[in-house]
């Protein structure tokens, strides 16, 4: 494992856990904390802007994606951390 699966996995406290598990968990972990940052910046978006949202994010130019979210969103940074960390809380109150 790098340096920084280290860091998750001592922050989610998987550290007793093989270095298989710790990944796969990790990799569950990255997949459900994605969804929560899309979905919290997606509700912030005007009804109408939510289709363009999802076009860019599936569309693979990260640089429109970002350019998008500053203009229309632009605390989408403060947002996507804010359900990242209560994902953190989520899955800690659950182990």
Do not use: C, S
């Given at each position: 494992m790098d340096q920084m699966q280290q860091m998750i996995a001592k922050d989610l406290g998987l550290e007793a856990l093989a270095?298989?598990?710790?990944?796969?968990?990790?990799?569950?972990?990255?997949?459900?904390?994605?969804?929560a940052a899309t979905l919290a910046i997606a509700e912030k978006l005007p009804e109408g802007k939510r289709d363009q949202f999802a076009a860019l994010a599936e569309g693979g130019d990260p640089a429109a994606l970002q350019k998008f979210l500053d203009l229309e969103v632009p605390d989408h940074d403060a947002i996507a951390k804010d359900a990242v960390a209560r994902e953190v809380v989520a899955f800690k109150a659950a182990a």
């Open positions: 270095p298989e598990q710790q990944r796969q968990i990790i990799t569950a972990f990255g997949e459900v904390a994605l969804k």
